[in-house]
């Protein structure tokens, strides 16, 4: 294979935020027609460096040539000139405009200073023939499924000439096949003479798809490899710096009687649209039940009608063998229910409270911590003291506002508080999103340990790995139901995969 | 404590610039300011008298906000507390046919006014709770509402039937309802010594209860208080209601201690004023009181100096304009003085969205 | 808008007109009291319609304002203010004195606007602090300067309020010709003439409420026809997404809420320089916090928020006509002749429609959020 001239050049960038070293000396180059992927974990700076090439984040120093030429890239407007286009993690859409609304913004066409719809529409229909993207340009976007959405990012950049693709995390929200539709177009792409920056922490992706890979770990370039020459193992010790033990290791379930069960339990989102329709399963003791699925399935609503948060539109909830339809989270937890939520910042945790009060934050009103209404400082202070050498917790103090730690040491604070206290079940959903290696390595020890010790879990997770790593049985949940519920052991990463993006189980 | 301090420094600056500008000399104005607020023993009367009601309504502006809630409607709600206590006052003892004891009487008309301010805000307090109607304008609403229906009753059904004069007004109330003063000759109050104590109580009740715990998780993150259990909506009511508690008792505090009845327009600012106390004295019970003074302090000195130097009493509410302005947006400090540090920033309202 | 806001508002005009027409027929036609509801309802929906505007450019592209009430006692007071020295000190007659009192008005206002830029946009204070800071500054400033120059001794007018170059006139729209020419063509009844003199009328208005009407039209045009509108949505909705896009966020945001200044110095000029001669402190009175409702109400479109302003103009309307039938208001209904009880009606309405009940609304996405890079 010849090798094509190099379109983009970044030498020596560095990158200081307050306290982090975010990029240190980074030098990476992309050549024509190329996908080059950036692998590493969270916090290792790779979005930092595509930021920068991108012109969100002045680097401190450091060089950038597109085509040979050195750029001087201060804003989007300056990388979107120079032929860069992105496409974010969290997509960067208006999802109350259309989808030509989106398309157009920042590049409007206009007729007598009347925006020029009918002008874009044509154009947008003629990129998406080109590259074979269908997409309604008349569709409002807030309304399109995740995969179509990605699409219409795609051909914003296009749109506007771009060469150079960053594709931050494609995957991260799309089924197995999906992302396999995503790696066809991106073939396509490179055949039509773009160039793909492919960011992922996703080993097996990256060897599936990439020409070149790049490993970064805490803000600097581990090397650089052929796909050919390396395998998951070796990616995994480049990426974390020591040997990783890919699998969990955990015995055989002994699962006793049921803990929760759930029977044709519907929930409404805040439009009043039905997001789960009529789900039932149930969770034994010692067992952990995976839900796995695509965001967005009605997981998010399911479990926090679980745990009292959302009120139910029909159906019912065991707990503990009593009816718990509608009640309260505080009866939820002085029954025995342990919850590590979704949005650990929004829900788990009061960011500008000490990792004291946070420790206590459903407990504060009972003894010991409070007495007649009224707060007891020491045993609030004893109990934060033996959480945080127990789980590990990483603070400078237990009055440090918790808002202060890493998201791996906020996430033990949670765990801390929710396993410390008497329970029978564990509720959690996305534990270890954006938390690095050794914090997912913790707490999925910890999940097995509670399982071990006799708990029911319910994990919930969108990470198909994870799931599979931990279930002892998995349920698959799409548009509001679970389409199946199988033994973690008899079925295949493929076969969920297909289940997720909606086929019907057909023994 | 350092940005309060250079807020009221630099709001006292631009006063100045401000007085110059319509002609006044600045250092003869100050001078009579606070001569006329600390260089006598009944300049210092006045102060505290003056800064009575402030420390009230400041405290109940400073506990919304550590609810999460911005209680623009202080005003209607010493409004309220002030006309229900005037009615306790006049009314009570012909209703019972009985003069009642002092012991009795008081702590009624004080008390019952202040659960008309209570009232008066959790209305917009269960309005925000259950429907998510903004506190911020439904406060301000309920202002209007207080303003239209005291004036009403004091020009209707409240009116002193033996008027001195045109103005709008309640009867006296009756000896057995006032609060004494403290020293004869002086208008100093018990209700000072009061307010003092009651924002100690707020400061217990803030930090050292469940109740507090709960008040300041719902304000610092209503989802995650939900998550932890706590009964958000009633949390939100309760906080509304011991904010609106605070300020009626500002308004009975006046009418019990001070004028013994309640007049139209006596209170036209103590609610706005409130605002700035509360953010000056960074929603600290003791900051409250400090700021409060130093209100009741520029209030009344503005007169002596107004005798001094013709430049009208009403520079005092630029300048308290201007400390806001400058507590409110501390960056603005921050950047004058050249901080090195970055303050935190302190979440004290949301947008309209609930 | 929905059918549910429509036929509220609708339900709501139609009762509070209702009322007024009942009680006054022992006095007029109710022909002519419709029309004369009509007229003060346009009238006095001015400053909540521009109220309402510029809290609209201001949400629309993300900063939530609440100091419109005093911007517009802002521009109340520096208008008139400035007209009178024209008049009175210059010696300019009426005519272009009020014009450059509205001048003026528009710029206090701007100027008011551009501290709550500079405070939430560049400071990122709390936008809602931030507006009553200028509400509070607002009442502090108006208050003082109006004593200190006009009431004080020794002050610039030594205590008298120099005569105020009036109103600005009332522009004639040939409406009354035009149903005539009508009636003509139709071989015109009598009822036709009466309605043509009844209804001729009512657009008969002074030049700030006929701008106002414009105003919410080309407000329309400018938010969803235009680039300006695509972006500064697209601000209010998704601020990353548009800087990714290269639209300078913090520049449409200053500019929108300066252009929400304008419309509320034109809002504020109404006051003192089409509605009545003179300045009185709070004149306001509230005006600008129902404007927000009204914005809120509208879903932040101009012609859903012109729609709830007519629904406040109608209810302040009533409380106007039912001091003008005060003698003939049936002994039953004396509750209606008290003003202090009508006059509730604005304030009650707003808080009924912020409870959502009439149907939610939904705020721009990044309403309130200062942007962080």
């Not at chain 1, 989102?269 to 010692?286: M, N, S």
């Not at chain 3, 419109?68 to 020295?85: D, S, V």
Request: proline share 5%; hydrophobic share 50%.
């Amino acid at each position: 294979m010849t090798e094509q001239p190099i379109v983009l050049e970044a030498k020596g960038i560095t990158k200081n935020f307050p306290g982090v070293l975010a990029n240190d000396q980074v030098d990476f180059d992309l050549r024509k027609g190329e996908i080059h992927a950036l692998l590493g974990e969270n916090g290792a700076g790779k979005t930092t460096l595509m930021n920068i090439l991108y012109g969100l984040y002045k680097p401190d120093s450091g060089e950038i040539k597109v085509n040979g030429q050195p750029v001087v890239i201060h804003s989007p407007k300056d990388s979107i000139e120079a032929g860069i286009g992105m496409v974010h993690q969290h997509f960067m859409l208006v999802p109350v405009f259309t989808v030509a609304e989106n398309i157009m913004l920042g590049d409007e066409t206009t007729r007598y200073g009347v925006l020029d719809q009918k002008a874009v529409v044509r154009r947008v229909k003629e990129l998406s023939k080109q590259y074979s993207l269908e997409i309604d340009p008349n569709a409002i976007v807030g309304q399109l499924p995740v995969g179509v959405q990605q699409r219409v990012e795609i051909i914003k950049a296009l749109y506007r000439n771009a060469q150079i693709l960053i594709l931050d995390e494609p995957t991260a929200v799309l089924t197995p096949q999906e992302a396999d539709d995503l790696f066809v177009i991106m073939r396509e792409l490179t055949r039509r003479g773009v160039s793909i920056i492919f960011i992922t922490h996703k080993l097996k992706e990256v060897l599936a798809i990439a020409d070149r890979i790049t490993v970064m770990r805490a803000g600097r370039v581990v090397g650089t490899v052929d796909p050919k020459d390396t395998n998951e193992q070796k990616l995994a010790a480049m990426m974390v710096g020591r040997e990783v033990i890919l699998k969990v290791e955990k015995k055989p379930a002994q699962p006793g009687k049921q803990v929760l069960e759930v029977e044709g339990l519907s929930v409404h989102d805040w439009r009043g649209l039905e997001t789960v329709r009529g789900v039932t399963f149930q969770v034994r003791a010692g067992e952990i039940l995976g839900i796995a699925g695509v965001q967005g399935n009605g997981q998010t609503e399911l479990v926090e009608t679980l745990t009292g948060l959302r009120p139910s539109a029909g159906g019912k909830i065991r707990f503990s063998g009593q009816d718990m339809t509608g009640k309260s989270p505080r009866l939820l937890t002085e029954t025995g229910m342990a919850h590590i939520p979704e949005d650990r910042q929004r829900h788990g945790l009061v960011l500008s409270y000490p990792v004291a009060d946070n420790l206590v934050l459903n407990t504060y009103y009972k003894q010991p911590f409070g007495v007649r209404g009224i707060m007891q400082p020491a045993a609030i202070d004893a109990n934060a003291r033996k959480l945080i050498q127990d789980f590990d917790i990483r603070t400078p103090s237990p009055y440090v506002n918790v808002g202060k730690l890493s998201g791996g040491n906020q996430q033990k604070v949670i765990v801390a508080r929710e396993l410390s206290h008497e329970i029978n079940l564990l509720i959690a959903n996305q534990p270890t999103r954006g938390l690095d290696v050794g914090s997912i390595e913790y707490i999925h020890q910890e999940i097995v340990a509670m399982r071990d010790r006799g708990l029911g879990v319910l994990l919930v997770s969108a990470e198909l790995d994870e799931i599979m790593a931990l279930s002892d049985r998995i349920a698959v949940m799409y548009r509001g139901q679970i389409v199946v519920t199988v033994d973690a052991n008899k079925v295949t990463r493929e076969q969920l995969g297909l289940w997720m993006a909606g086929a019907h189980p057909e023994e | 404590m350092l940005v309060p301090l250079l807020a009221v420094l630099t709001a006292v600056v631009v006063g100045g610039v401000v007085i110059v500008a319509v002609g006044g000399n600045p250092f003869f104005a100050y001078i009579g300011l606070i001569q006329g607020s600390f260089g006598s023993a009944k300049a210092l009367s006045e102060t505290a008298v003056w800064a009575t009601p402030y420390i009230f309504a400041g405290l109940a502006v400073a506990l919304a906000f550590k609810g999460g809630l911005f209680n623009i409607g202080a005003e209607g709600q010493l409004a309220f507390g002030a006309v229900t206590a005037a009615l306790i006052g006049y009314a009570l003892p012909d209703w019972l046919g009985t003069d009642l004891p002092a012991i009795i009487h008081i702590p009624l008309a004080v008390g019952l006014g202040a659960l008309a301010g209570a009232l008066w805000a959790a209305i917009p307090g269960a309005l925000k709770a259950y429907t998510g109607g903004h506190e911020v304008i439904n406060t301000i609403m309920m202002n209007y509402i207080a303003l239209n229906l005291t004036s009403f009753l004091l020009n209707g059904p409240m009116r002193d039937p033996n008027p001195i004069d045109l103005s709008a007004q309640t009867p006296e109330i009756a000896l057995s309802a006032r609060i004494p003063p403290l020293f004869e000759g002086l208008r100093f109050h018990w209700g000072f010594i009061l307010a003092l104590v009651v924002a100690f109580l707020v400061y217990i009740l803030i930090w050292k209860t469940t109740l507090g715990f709960e008040i300041r998780t719902v304000g610092s993150n209503p989802d995650a208080a939900q998550y932890a259990g706590i009964n958000v909506k009633r949390t939100i009511v309760i906080s509304m209601a011991l904010s609106g508690l605070l300020a009626g008792m500002a308004g009975t505090i006046e009418v019990t201690a001070l004028n013994y009845r309640h007049e139209l327009g006596f209170s036209i600012g103590y609610g706005f004023d409130a605002i700035a106390i509360a953010l000056l004295g960074k929603t600290h019970p003791l900051g409250v009181v400090l700021a409060a003074i130093l209100f009741g302090a520029m209030r009344n000195g503005a007169t002596r100096m107004q005798f001094l130097t013709q430049i009208p009493v009403d520079v005092i509410s630029v300048i308290q304009a201007l400390i806001l302005l400058f507590v409110a947006a501390d960056a603005i400090i921050r950047y004058i003085y050249r901080f090195k540090t970055r303050g935190e920033r302190v979440v004290l309202t949301r947008g309209w969205g609930g | 808008m929905d059918w549910k806001r429509f036929s509220f508002i609708t339900l709501v005009i139609v009762l509070l007109f209702t009322v007024v027409v009942l009680v006054g027929s022992a006095a007029q036609k109710p022909v002519v009291i419709i029309a004369s509801m009509l007229a003060t309802t346009l009238t006095v929906a001015t400053p909540l319609t521009l109220g309402a505007l510029s809290g609209i450019f201001c949400e629309r592209s993300g900063v939530v304002n609440i100091g419109i009430e005093g911007m517009m006692l802002t521009a109340a007071f520096f208008g008139w203010l400035a007209a009178i020295y024209m008049n009175s000190i210059f010696g300019f007659s009426s005519m272009p004195s009020l014009i450059v009192g509205v001048l003026f008005a528009i710029l206090s206002s701007v100027l008011m606007s551009l501290l709550h830029a500079v405070l939430s946009v560049t400071f990122k204070v709390d936008q809602i602090i931030g507006g009553t800071v200028i509400n509070i500054l607002a009442v502090g400033v108006t208050g003082f300067l109006n004593r200190q120059l006009f009431f004080e001794k020794g002050s610039v007018f030594g205590g008298n309020v120099p005569h105020a170059p009036g109103t600005l006139p009332i522009i004639h729209v040939p409406v009354q010709e035009g149903v005539e020419a009508i009636c003509k063509l139709t071989g015109g009844t009598e009822g036709c003439q009466t309605l043509a003199n009844a209804f001729g009328k009512v657009f008969d208005q002074q030049p700030i409420t006929i701008a106002a009407i414009l105003l919410v039209i080309l407000s329309h045009f400018i938010l969803f026809k235009t680039r300006w509108g695509l972006r500064t949505r697209a601000v209010g909705e998704h601020p990353r997404a548009a800087d990714t896009l290269g639209i300078n966020v913090q520049r449409m945001r200053y500019l929108n809420v300066l252009i929400g200044g304008v419309m509320a110095g034109l809002a504020g000029a109404y006051f003192t320089l089409e509605s009545v001669p003179s300045f009185e402190p709070v004149m306001t009175n509230g005006r600008g916090f129902i404007a927000l409702a009204a914005m809120i109400f509208g879903n932040w479109t101009p012609f859903g928020a012109w729609a709830a302003s007519l629904v406040f103009g109608a209810a302040q309307a009533l409380q106007i006509n039912m001091q003008v039938f005060r003698d003939v208001i049936p002994a039953q209904w004396t509750i209606l002749q008290n003003s202090y009880v009508v006059g509730l009606t604005p304030y009650i309405l707003t808080m009924i429609i912020l409870t959502g009940i009439i149907g939610k609304t939904i705020p721009p996405a990044a309403d309130g959020q200062p942007y962080e890079k």
